[in-house]
């Protein structure tokens, strides 16, 4: 079994930054992505990363979020910079293996003055 533990959310200012980590309890994942689902919204691909570091961004928090893994610790990180009350969300981070997907808890990032 895998765990996934996200942390790093909280309440932040417009134009602020949060960074969130993602732990895994294993090291299986070849491509690991951050998610958020807002209130009444679907859950959205934010970024994503593959173990050897080619990353992709959805259109709305490119050049203001970065997507990296530190393979050694078997975590990932997503630093955001310049938030946006649109931001606000809960961030889920998750992989899949051997076709199972696999979620952490979730982690709440809201961005209000």
């Known amino acids: 079994q895998v765990q996934l533990v996200e942390s790093g959310g909280g309440l932040v200012q417009p134009g602020g930054s949060l960074r969130l980590s993602c732990a895994a309890s294993?090291?299986?994942?070849?491509?690991m992505g951050w998610y958020r689902q807002a209130p009444g919204k679907q859950r959205e691909l934010v970024a994503r990363?593959?173990?050897?570091?080619?990353?992709n961004y959805v259109d709305s928090v490119k050049g203001r979020f970065t997507i990296s893994r530190d393979n050694t610790k078997n975590t990932m990180y997503l630093q955001m910079n310049s938030l946006k009350p649109e931001d606000t969300a809960v961030y889920y981070c998750?992989?899949?293996?051997?076709?199972?997907?696999?979620w952490g808890q979730g982690t709440q990032v809201t961005v209000s003055s």
């Open positions: 294993r090291s299986i994942f070849s491509v």
């Open positions: 990363c593959t173990s050897g570091g080619s990353t």
């Open positions: 998750g992989g899949t293996y051997r076709g199972i997907a696999y």
